[in-house]
């Protein structure tokens, strides 16, 4: 690949502002590079006639000095969860393969705003359900990443699969993720990028297909901390046609970026939750987790050691309540008014045979775990009782905040593994979330920097969890993380 | 009122409570900005929210709210200030999203009271257990296609306030008297249209029986989607036979939906039991509670108008009218308006009558409503005011007020046209009566005599020879002054 590879937003509006580069051509040489990595299966659908029309248009508006932000020509990848008007969104199912929306998901509307263009439409778990990318219906999505002398294809972890090999790939310089439970820290973990999940309302739900309304929210994910900054607080802002939506004014996070960017953590007070400390956890994780703690410590922040004591009841409840939702928000699938209809005999045929047809096994097995944890006689005992621990949770975090500004953990228990692994055992998947989803239930901003290379020379990330709508915090921390660890490493180096 | 069903073993009780679906009176649908006029072509009143597209959220539109909770004050009942849209999932085909949004364990009204108006001026009150929104679904139409089902979704997502009454009713017209009062106090609130015909106000019935005397409930059955009065009232004496023949039988009544035809007087199961819905209710994620203020509840109170009970307080405190009559004329908005217009400044028992008795009779003839009377609620004031300065007698009042309905003039100018005006001057009366006497002498004897009935015919000879112009109080006072005095 050439010399535009890794691109960050930051440097392309840099280069965008000076006319050394147009957006066209930037638009061009990653369309070239999609084309020519096109094994990574990143994308399920490309919209290259899109993006050129779209850097066109950024280059006529630079041209009249006309520029809508740091976003504006920049290329990237959108999840293939946002619906976006006139460009095919399946959701990674085949019951939506042919669903064209004429309508624009509020975040995918706002970046078009932006300026930004829209390459294509990224490969995901089906319905955002997976932490490896391998339920798409589309075919997984290869991690650009390789273990050190070895031949074997790595997943890149999910439900954001292709929006993190497409940046870590270097065929988009940032991406567009949903996160549920972890769906955009773990993947990008798994590939050394930024990876960050707003407050729980930051970003519109609007247009976005849902998986687990109380939970799902956007976020972006870049090669850097600044980048997932610009293009953050182009994704955020209330939106009246989102009931859940934050009616607050999106913070200055660029700024709080450049308060950390030097190395600069003084004053910041750093939790270190016991409960994240796992049997069998691998000791790259472990010893990354207390560089982290070091490099904190060293650039004056100050460590305290707490406790998240419900920790430990978080995977169970995210896999009752996530489930539990989705079964409901996926009924809309029917094949009455759009997407799959595989016809039958009675209407109650119809539904069973577009339904099985159409949706994967991983989809499949949550309708039914949520269906069976909402029906009569069990509802009190799992989804009353996993709504009570949630609360439990996030009262967890409330009073751990009321002593720390930012908790530090690793963000997956394990780096990338291997196309094949944990497949078969459905639970062992679910574990990939286990540092993840307290967060996500908790509704609180998180955020993974990648901090190291394992022993195999694989991305390892770890995650800064701050308090509710404490972005500025986050973004503080995480810039003087991403400094101290001074990640360079990409994909591809070692091989 | 008592209603009893004669069984082979003894007495049986009827025991009933309505769930009355009413149409919020609102240009959009509950929680998507799309119209709810009535009569659009198909899918024309349909938005990406109402046909739940990938992604669609659903908005709580807040005239909806203010409605619901408008109808809570007029059924005097509690407004809950914390309220909950749940999920209430099954698939069918005219239910887009999987699941219909509705509220369940924690409804927006809560507890409340409907005063029945019955016959003989009595009235009961029955219990409101609750007041809750949902969602319409939309029409499946079997009749188009002979092999598909085709889908309407104008009236998906339209909102519903689900009205439920405590089992407190015991007779077929109770359930009449409920409905009907329920029905006005929409209208008198503007919250629902209360057309059963239209389908804007539909009507589920919960029936059962019990011996005379037990105080246990027995099982009840659900008639559904009953959409006129009589039909609920017919449907409650079926519904109620059928259960006392079974239980009398030896059957066991099982707790079931049923339909009811009107055309063959039955009722019959809707659904078999292996379709028995789970409908896995849970809080809708995409929506918040529902939270009012004290001041957004008392601001709404503030513009209530007066209600039908109030009403006819009212009329029979300030007015002196009869409860019977106060509670006819208070049934609906449109007949109490009329009624308070006309008998501005007048005698108001008097216009009550003439409303109650001579009009409703012609309206009645007519076919139409009150709001297409021929007669203005000013004109029929004014013929009242006639009688009552003597410018006409009641008699003739009859002969204006059929004037007035065949040709809508005002009763003074019928009067001034058709020279009806009440004969005052006693000069020209005593003349009348002088010659009535002396035209009949014998008649005259026989009161002199002492037969002082006989006194009645003389005022009928008087006033026919006056062509009922004599004012019949001058007449009777001369003819006894003259033949008794």
Known sequence: MSTQKHWTI?????????????????????????????????????????ARERADASDARRAKGDVAGPMDGVPIAMKDLFCTEGVRTTAASHILENFVPRYESTVSGKLRDAGSVMLGKANLDEFAMGSANITSYFGSVKNPWTPKGANADLVPGGSSGGSVAAVSGGVAIAATGTDTGGSIRQPASFTGLVGMKP????????????????????????????????????????????????????PDCRAAVAAGAGGDAKGLRVGIPKEYTLDGMPADIQKLWDQGVTWLKDMGAEIKDVSLPHTKYALPTYYIVAPAEASSNLARYDGVRYGLRVPGGSLDEMYELTRAEGFGDEVQRRIMIGTYVLSAGYYDAYYVKAQQV???????????????????????????FAKGEKMDDPIAMYLNDVFTVPASLAGLPA????????????????????????????????????????????????? | MSYLIEGRTGQWEVVVGLEVHAQVISNAKLFSGASTEFGKGPNENVSLVDAAMPGMLPVINEMAIEQAVRTGLGLRAVINRHSVFERKNYFYADLPQGYQISQFLHPIVGEGIVTLDLDGGESRDIGIERLHLEQDAGKSIHDRD?????????????????????????????????????????RYLGTCDGNMEEGSMRADVNVSV?????????????????NSIRFVMQAIEIEAERQVEAWEDGEEIIQETRLFDPNRGETRPMRSKEFAHDYRYFPDPDLLPVRLEEDYIAAIKKTLPELPDDKKARLIKDLGLSPYDASVLVADRETAAYFETAAKGRDAKQVANWLTTNLFGALNKRGVGIDESPVTAEDLGALVGLIEDGTISSKIAKDVFEDMLETGKAPGAIVEEKGLKQITDSGAIEAIVDQVIADNPGQADEVR???EKAIGWFVGQVMKASQGKANPGQVNQLLKAKLLG
């Open chain 1, 390 to 416: 949630r609360t439990l949770i996030a009262n967890d975090f409330k009073s751990v905040f009321n002593d720390v500004d930012v908790v530090l953990t690793p963000t997956a228990p394990s780096a990338a």
């Open chain 2, 210 to 226: 019990r011996p005379l005397g037990e105080t246990e409930l027995r099982t009840r059955v659900e008639v559904k989607n009953v």
């Open chain 1, 10 to 50: 930051a440097a392309a509006a840099d280069a965008l502002a000076k006319g050394e580069v147009s957006s066209r051509e930037l638009t061009d040489q990653h369309i070239k590079a999609i084309e020519d990595n096109r094994i990574l299966n990143a994308f399920i659908t490309e919209s290259f006639d899109v």
């Open chain 2, 449 to 451: 005599g002492g037969n």
């Open chain 2, 146 to 186: 002979p092999r598909r089902t085709m889908i309407d979704l104008n009236r998906s997502g339209v909102a519903l306030m689900e009205i439920v009454s405590k089992p407190d009713i015991r007779t077929p017209e109770e359930a009449g008297a409920y409905l009907r009062k329920l029905r006005a106090i929409v």
């Open chain 1, 199 to 250: 407050t729980y309302g930051r970003c519109s739900r609007w247009g976005v297909v849902a998986f687990a309304s109380s939970l799902d929210q956007a976020g972006p994910i870049a090669h850097t901390v600044e980048d997932a900054a610009i293009m953050f607080e182009a994704m955020a802002g209330y939106d009246p046609k989102d009931s859940t939506s934050l009616d607050m004014p999106v």
């Open chain 1, 447 to 495: 955020m993974s920097v990648p901090g190291g290379l394992d022993a195999n020379g694989l991305p390892l990330g770890l995650q800064l969890i701050s308090g509710v709508c404490q972005e500025e915090t986050l973004f503080r921390a995480a810039a003087a993380l991403e400094h101290a660890a001074g990640f360079t490493a990409k994909a591809g180096d070692a091989s």
